[in-house]
């Protein structure tokens, strides 16, 4: 390894010069920083600016480069040096862009850029810069598990895109539940009309595909391995075959909610009550001919009851709306007028929702003779032959009564998920306890196992609360805990099959990203194309096991002696297992606990008596750090008395950091981190939320301190929030200039 070579480089546009002494600026780097070279440039990113720096590297031979001058997320690719280890000091949205103009206010934001020229120095001096996992992973074939509209669009956009693709559907064909539609609701020109679901040609190209393999009547006995590297195997007819691959994506569908579930509406009670599912089964016989009831007879009116178990508040049905309900009864609708006008059909409704050219598709429902209803529906009787539907009348406010030869229940979509994770750890804790009856329900819950995981974490994907898979709704919509293995269509959340194909071809191509950069020792998203992983100190492990227990992504196991074992390809740089740690044993080598903690020291910290508080901002870099940026860029003015940190996740931050802010004698510590919960908004699943609970902890250290629990405090920051990041900034500055400075200056 080289020698250690540092170097800063200051500069002086975008009014940097105007509002700073960058001469000043210059001194502390070299005196205090001790950098080996200190340059200043009028426009830094300027080619001949980017050149000088470059120079320096070849010539001499520097190492570690610290640049002070605009955000650390500007500027990347003129400021891209993948030899070197580097660091940015934020002096423009950070510094001249949010304190106050004016010759008053000279002196802190002078104060603000040397303290944050400080911090970069002393953080770059503890990064090395990162070499890669050098076990890569250059398997890039995509599994695809699930053989419907989603899987199949999922498997050919690969292929198309010139990746082998493996497909394994549970059931003798292809298809899922597109094939047993009638038709489908119309997604091109013209938008009037039921259209043929395409599906034979589809299934047809995905079996001739040269660079597609297909397994029928097939599920998954074992998932093993990680992004590159997934050691599947597949039981098929013919045994167990292994299938090596890069990438998984599960593309299960879903199932239709139980009509015995609802009785009062007639569901598996009345012969003559069906679902859309039911509906379809009856036109496909039909095959355009005029739909009968099961029984036979000719059906003369019909009534589609909408949000039948759905959009329930009670806490008995689905508190959901699958999306596409309405839209199919329209279409099944048609199905009735088109083959005989004189059927009466009734779509009865509380909201009717048609995304995308649905308004078309309802009009030409209408010109159809297809009568909307607004109604309530309270109950579904037998009434001689048929039914009697009871409803409240939402336009005329009254109670009335609908006979129907058949009724159809829009019941929605029960995702085809696999094992809930929340149900299951408890079940194996007790079963590994030696409970005969864990051991039976454990047992039957692998029955209906998708992937069989073989993480310690379980054998599925987790998921969210109404049994869908787990995805990033917001961020990364395919994206699972789990690394490499990413959920496309119903099973992640209620779609039609339009929605169901764009979200099969944004899972391939997330699929596709994370094979590739498995193949280059890289992380996934978000940190994509980050080359350094996890290492710990073993000599100093504890095996607490917090690091394994709290990784939101399952990266890491333990060996037989129950130290932690990391797999680089699950991990996702999010830092979480170095937050966990309580003896600080686990680093990266661009990210450690010691290049936040050099930063935290480096600040010049005014006495007592300055009136001049140092606040730390801890600050997610998915965003919070953006919001702070974007602050900047609206001029939105904040505090001069706060510095500043990004860091990767708030889940990454060790509770050392804190008690070394306090010890150091800031007066306050800020935690800015993603919004969690249900609708978490945290990139990286759970770090938010982690790092939300080990603060509620901390009220213990500020009282052996002697500190008020209010010198630390959390905000969930949205990216979006650029204005009130500004806001909650001066608020707590107030608050802290209220308390008082810390007694804890001047012990440092």
């Given at each position: 390894?080289?020698?250690?070579?540092?170097?800063?480089?200051?500069?002086?546009?975008?009014?940097l010069?105007?509002?700073?002494?960058?001469?000043?600026?210059?001194?502390?780097?070299?005196?205090?920083?001790?950098?080996?070279?200190?340059?200043?440039?009028?426009?830094?990113?300027?080619?001949?600016?980017?050149?000088?720096?470059?120079d320096?590297?070849?010539?001499?031979?520097?190492?570690?480069i610290?640049i002070?001058?605009?955000?650390?997320?500007?500027?990347t690719?003129?400021?891209?040096?993948?030899?070197?280890?580097?660091?940015?000091?934020?002096?423009?949205e950070?510094?001249?862009?949010?304190?106050?103009?004016?010759?008053?206010?000279?002196?802190?934001?002078?104060?603000?850029?040397?303290?944050?020229?400080?911090?970069?120095?002393?953080?770059v001096?503890?990064?090395?810069?990162?070499?890669?996992n050098?076990?890569?992973?250059?398997?890039?074939r995509?599994?695809?598990v699930?053989?419907?509209?989603?899987?199949?669009?999922?498997?050919?956009e690969?292929a198309?895109?010139?990746?082998?693709?493996?497909?394994?559907?549970?059931?003798?064909?292809?298809?899922?539940w597109?094939?047993?539609?009638?038709k489908?609701?119309?997604?091109?020109?013209?938008?009037?009309e039921?259209?043929?679901?395409?599906?034979?040609?589809?299934?047809?190209?995905?079996?001739?595909?040269?660079?597609?393999?297909?397994?029928?009547?097939?599920?998954?006995?074992?998932?093993?391995?990680?992004?590159?590297?997934?050691?599947?195997?597949?039981?098929?007819?013919s045994?167990?075959?292994t299938?090596?691959?890069?990438?998984?994506i599960?593309?299960?569908g879903?199932?239709?909610y139980?009509?015995?579930k609802?009785?009062?509406?007639?569901?598996?009670?009345?012969?003559?009550v069906t679902?859309?599912?039911?509906?379809?089964?009856?036109?496909?016989?039909?095959?355009?001919?005029?739909?009968?009831?099961?029984?036979?007879?000719?059906?003369?009116?019909?009534?589609f009851?909408?949000?039948?178990?759905?959009?329930?508040?009670?806490?008995?049905?689905?508190?959901?709306?699958?999306?596409?309900?309405?839209?199919?009864?329209?279409?099944?609708?048609?199905?009735?007028?088109?083959?005989?006008?004189?059927?009466?059909?009734?779509?009865?409704?509380?909201?009717?929702?048609?995304?995308?050219?649905?308004?078309?598709?309802?009009?030409s429902?209408?010109?159809?003779?297809?009568?909307?209803?607004?109604?309530?529906?309270?109950?579904?009787?037998?009434?001689?032959?048929?039914?009697?539907?009871?409803?409240?009348?939402?336009?005329l406010?009254?109670?009335?009564?609908?006979?129907?030869?058949?009724?159809?229940?829009a019941?929605?979509?029960?995702?085809?998920?696999g094992?809930?994770?929340?149900?299951?750890?408890?079940?194996?804790?007790?079963?590994?306890?030696?409970?005969?009856?864990?051991?039976?329900?454990?047992?039957?819950?692998?029955?209906?196992?998708v992937?069989?995981?073989?993480?310690?974490?379980?054998?599925?994907?987790?998921?969210l609360?109404h049994?869908?898979?787990?995805?990033?709704?917001?961020?990364?919509p395919?994206?699972?805990?789990?690394t490499?293995?990413?959920?496309?269509?119903?099973?992640?959340r209620?779609?039609?099959m339009?929605?169901?194909?764009?979200?099969?071809?944004?899972?391939?191509?997330?699929?596709?990203?994370?094979?590739?950069?498995?193949?280059?020792?890289?992380?996934?998203?978000?940190?994509?194309?980050?080359?350094?992983?996890?290492?710990?100190?073993?000599?100093?492990?504890?095996?607490?096991?917090?690091?394994?227990?709290?990784?939101?992504?399952?990266?890491?196991?333990?060996?037989?002696?129950?130290?932690?074992?990391?797999?680089?390809?699950?991990?996702?740089?999010?830092?979480?297992?170095?937050?966990?740690?309580?003896?600080?044993?686990?680093?990266?080598e661009?990210?450690?606990?010691?290049?936040?903690?050099?930063?935290?020291k480096?600040?010049?910290?005014?006495?007592?008596?300055?009136?001049?508080?140092?606040?730390?901002?801890?600050?997610?870099?998915?965003?919070?750090?953006?919001?702070?940026?974007?602050?900047?860029l609206?001029?939105?003015?904040?505090?001069?008395?706060?510095?500043?940190i990004?860091?990767r996740?708030?889940?990454?931050?060790?509770?050392?950091?804190i008690?070394?802010?306090?010890?150091?004698?800031?007066?306050?510590?800020?935690m800015?981190?993603?919004?969690?919960?249900d609708?978490y908004?945290?990139?990286?699943?759970?770090?938010?939320e982690?790092?939300?609970?080990r603060?509620?902890?901390?009220?213990?250290?500020?009282?052996?301190?002697?500190?008020?629990?209010?010198r630390?405090?959390?905000?969930?920051?949205?990216?979006t929030?650029?204005?009130?990041?500004?806001?909650?900034?001066?608020?707590?500055?107030?608050?802290?200039?209220?308390?008082?400075?810390?007694?804890?200056?001047?012990?440092?």
């Amino acid at each position: 390894m080289s020698e250690m070579k540092t170097a800063a480089y200051i500069c002086s546009g975008c009014g940097l010069g105007d509002k700073l002494d960058v001469a000043q600026l210059s001194r502390i780097a070299q005196k205090e920083g001790k950098m080996a070279l200190v340059r200043e440039h009028a426009f830094l990113c300027s080619e001949e600016g980017v050149q000088m720096i470059r120079d320096d590297i070849d010539r001499e031979a520097v190492t570690h480069i610290c640049i002070a001058a605009c955000s650390r997320r500007a500027k990347t690719e003129a400021f891209h040096f993948p030899t070197v280890a580097m660091s940015r000091a934020n002096l423009r949205e950070g510094v001249i862009w949010v304190v106050a103009e004016g010759d008053q206010h000279d002196e802190v934001r002078q104060e603000m850029a040397d303290d944050y020229l400080r911090m970069g120095c002393a953080e770059v001096k503890k990064m090395k810069l990162p070499q890669g996992n050098p076990a890569h992973a250059d398997n890039r074939r995509i599994l695809v598990v699930g053989g419907g509209i989603s899987g199949l669009t999922a498997a050919l956009e690969s292929a198309e895109a010139g990746y082998e693709a493996v497909i394994v559907e549970r059931e003798a064909q292809l298809g899922g539940w597109a094939a047993r539609l009638w038709k489908r609701v119309p997604f091109r020109q013209p938008y009037a009309e039921p259209q043929d679901t395409g599906l034979s040609e589809l299934a047809a190209r995905v079996s001739s595909h040269p660079r597609i393999r297909v397994h029928l009547n097939s599920t998954i006995a074992e998932t093993s391995g990680a992004p590159g590297r997934f050691s599947v195997q597949v039981a098929g007819p013919s045994g167990t075959i292994t299938e090596q691959v890069g990438a998984i994506i599960q593309a299960t569908g879903f199932d239709t909610y139980d009509l015995g579930k609802l009785p009062e509406l007639g569901g598996g009670k009345l012969p003559n009550v069906t679902d859309q599912a039911g509906l379809e089964a009856l036109a496909r016989t039909a095959n355009g001919t005029p739909i009968k009831r099961a029984d036979g007879k000719s059906v003369q009116n019909v009534v589609f009851v909408q949000c039948a178990g759905q959009r329930d508040a009670s806490g008995m049905h689905l508190p959901y709306c699958s999306g596409h309900c309405c839209a199919t009864s329209v279409k099944q609708a048609m199905y009735f007028k088109d083959a005989n006008p004189q059927v009466d059909t009734v779509v009865m409704y509380t909201d009717l929702r048609l995304p995308g050219m649905g308004e078309d598709f309802y009009r030409s429902a209408q010109r159809k003779g297809v009568t909307f209803t607004k109604g309530k529906v309270a109950s579904v009787e037998a009434e001689g032959d048929g039914c009697a539907v009871s409803f409240r009348d939402l336009i005329l406010d009254e109670d009335a009564v609908i006979a129907a030869d058949l009724v159809v229940l829009a019941t929605g979509q029960v995702p085809s998920a696999g094992v809930d994770l929340d149900a299951w750890n408890p079940i194996v804790t007790a079963a590994e306890g030696g409970s005969e009856e864990a051991r039976q329900k454990k047992a039957e819950m692998q029955k209906i196992s998708v992937l069989n995981l073989n993480y310690r974490q379980g054998p599925d994907i987790p998921q969210l609360k109404h049994g869908f898979s787990d995805s990033h709704f917001i961020c990364f919509p395919y994206e699972t805990r789990r690394t490499g293995i990413y959920a496309a269509g119903p099973v992640r959340r209620p779609m039609d099959m339009l929605q169901a194909t764009e979200d099969a071809t944004g899972a391939a191509l997330k699929a596709i990203q994370a094979a590739e950069n498995a193949s280059l020792g890289r992380a996934a998203h978000p940190r994509s194309g980050d080359l350094s992983y996890p290492v710990a100190r073993l000599e100093g492990c504890t095996q607490c096991k917090r690091c394994t227990v709290e990784c939101p992504f399952g990266a890491i196991d333990e060996d037989e002696k129950r130290f932690p074992v990391f797999n680089e390809s699950r991990c996702r740089r999010c830092g979480t297992c170095m937050g966990a740690c309580p003896v600080r044993v686990i680093s990266f080598e661009n990210y450690s606990v010691d290049t936040v903690g050099m930063q935290i020291k480096a600040v010049d910290m005014p006495d007592e008596f300055s009136e001049k508080p140092r606040i730390l901002i801890l600050a997610c870099e998915n965003d919070a750090y953006p919001a702070l940026d974007m602050a900047g860029l609206q001029r939105h003015l904040y505090s001069a008395f706060v510095r500043a940190i990004p860091v990767r996740c708030l889940g990454s931050v060790n509770t050392i950091w804190i008690t070394d802010a306090l010890n150091s004698g800031y007066d306050g510590v800020m935690m800015m981190g993603c919004k969690h919960g249900d609708d978490y908004q945290c990139h990286f699943v759970k770090g938010s939320e982690l790092a939300n609970y080990r603060m509620s902890k901390i009220d213990d250290t500020l009282k052996q301190l002697g500190l008020e629990p209010e010198r630390v405090t959390t905000c969930e920051v949205a990216i979006t929030d650029n204005a009130r990041v500004a806001r909650l900034i001066n608020e707590y500055v107030e608050k802290i200039t209220e308390i008082g400075m810390s007694p804890m200056k001047g012990f440092g």
